[in-house]
């Protein structure tokens, strides 16, 4: 699929290349002419050359939703219900056409999410009674019904099973079968919730739900229940003592550690340096509309000024890279504040002052990072935590110290109500680990101390 533009009307279009002979791309069109819906892209032409069909499609500007669980895990049943009763009107809308069209390959590569509203695009695998591909249907491993791989005439309860792999796959992280293996399918969402899906992933086709309009209504049913928020949201204001430092890739690697621990955290950069944007345009990235941009494995939103305000996508946690702006840090009504130091001879100048400029912030994680094993503090700021950045490369090590240093502040709520660690501090424990605190500050004073 390529992005393109349309010279005469300037505005964007998807194109689909589909090399000659394969004729599957003259039944897609087929089907897509038939289509008039806000949530399918509109299909405007079908164009040949001597070596590919070309199909211009309207152009959808979103994520994957494959792409949005790798990046945040799961999602909260309150996320995700809205976008399954969705899906049912796009299905219930396919299924209402004559003669109906039943999609058979249900999966999160083919949902495109703009914003929190799903868009079913691909219709490669999509049949009706008089548009069928040669050789049958397969649909995607992992998510297409049973009947499928026994050669099967699909109907309506075979997007329905479809529907209940994406709605397992949204809860748990994991296709139906990872999540039945794993053993998760069952530990996440209401039993509500975890009803449906069974019934939906049956083997038998009249076990299921027989139709859309069954499983959307039970869907309202769970969305019209008052929701227990089962997470926080918590800002992490990271800034770094001298420029270099090492605030941006600080943020980054907490972003990533916190993803593997099952914690959405989006980066945010509220500096005015400009870096994100260039860095956006060096990887040739396009922000979608909530400006933000995948990079590293992160989501990323860069600073767009005062004057901007766009809505902020799900998340639990928010890394503000702040650079060297500790004033605004100081302002911040962060959860958080996490200073970058270094601890090189030449830049304690620098460390010094800057956490004296923010020693008396309340939750402030001081984290030093290369230099020395025993650099020399001043004696009044040994009172305070210090946290020694780990090496890269151990994402063990380095997730263990994140759960340390966030703990303690309502960052650590993140780790109790998702229960990412047996070791994670819950609220009102003191997760600071003095323990480690402290033996990493007789490193750093050179001297044994009492607090």
């Known amino acids: 699929m390529y992005r393109a533009r349309h010279i005469a009307l300037d505005e964007p279009r998807a194109v689909k290349r589909v090399p000659k002979p394969d004729s599957a791309v003259l039944r897609e069109a087929g089907l897509l002419r038939r289509i008039r ?29 494959s792409s949005r669980i ?12 809205p976008i399954g009763i969705r899906l049912c009107r796009i299905l219930l809308y396919l299924h209402s056409l ?25 219709f490669d695998s999509a049949v009706s009674e008089d548009i069928a591909p040669e050789g049958g249907v397969r ?13 099967g005439r699909p109907d309506r309860r ?28 069952g530990q996440a969402g209401s039993p509500e919730l975890r009803g449906l899906i069974r019934s939906c ?10 139709s859309a309009e069954e499983v959307l209504h039970i869907l309202q049913a769970i969305g019209a229940r008052p929701q227990k928020r089962d997470h926080v949201f918590v800002r992490a204001a990271v800034c770094e003592s001298s420029r270099g430092a090492g605030a941006t890739g600080f943020c980054f690697r907490m972003a990533r550690s916190l993803g593997r621990q099952g914690i959405r955290c989006l980066i945010r950069e509220e500096n005015q340096t400009g870096a994100m944007i260039r860095f956006a345009d060096y990887l040739g990235e396009i922000p979608d509309s909530y400006g933000i941009f995948q990079a590293l494995g992160c989501a990323v939103k860069p600073y767009y000024g005062s004057c901007v305000h ?22 911040s009504d962060a959860d958080v504040r996490i200073l970058l130091c270094r601890a090189e001879p030449w830049q304690m100048p620098d460390s010094v002052r800057a956490v004296r400029m923010l020693c008396r912030e309340e939750n402030l994680r001081i984290v030093f990072a290369g230099g020395a094993d025993r650099p020399v503090l001043p004696a009044e700021l040994t009172r305070l935590s210090y946290y020694q950045l780990p090496a890269e490369g151990d994402d063990a090590s380095e997730d263990s110290f994140f759960r340390e240093l966030l703990a303690g502040s309502r960052a650590g709520e993140l780790f109790f109500h998702r229960g990412a660690s047996s070791g994670a501090a819950g609220p009102g424990e003191d997760g600071r680990r003095r323990g480690g605190a402290e033996s990493f500050l007789r490193r750093l004073a050179g001297r044994d101390r009492d607090r």
């Not at 004559?98 to 868009?119: A, F, H, R, S």
């Open 37 to 65: 819906m806000p949530d399918i892209p509109i299909l405007y032409d079908l164009e040949t050359d001597s070596r590919y069909y070309y199909l211009i499609e309207q152009y959808l500007d979103g994520e994957s939703l």
């Open 70 to 81: 790798q990046r945040a895990g799961h999602l909260h049943e309150a996320e995700l219900v």
């Open 98 to 122: 004559y003669p109906p069209i039943y999609y058979t390959d249900l999966q999160p590569e083919n949902i495109l999410l703009c914003g929190n509203v799903p868009k079913l695009v691909d």
């Open 139 to 151: 649909g995607t491993p992992g998510f297409a019904a049973p009947e499928l791989g026994h050669g």
């Open 158 to 185: 075979t997007d329905i099973y479809g529907l209940g792999a994406v709605l397992c796959y949204m809860l748990t992280g994991k296709s139906p079968e990872k999540a039945a293996v794993e053993g998760t399918r």
């Open 201 to 210: 992933l049956s083997e038998r086709p009249e076990e299921r739900p027989q």
């Open 310 to 331: 766009l809505a902020e996508t799900p998340s639990d946690m928010a890394a503000e890279d702040f650079g060297t702006e500790l004033q605004s840090v100081r302002e």
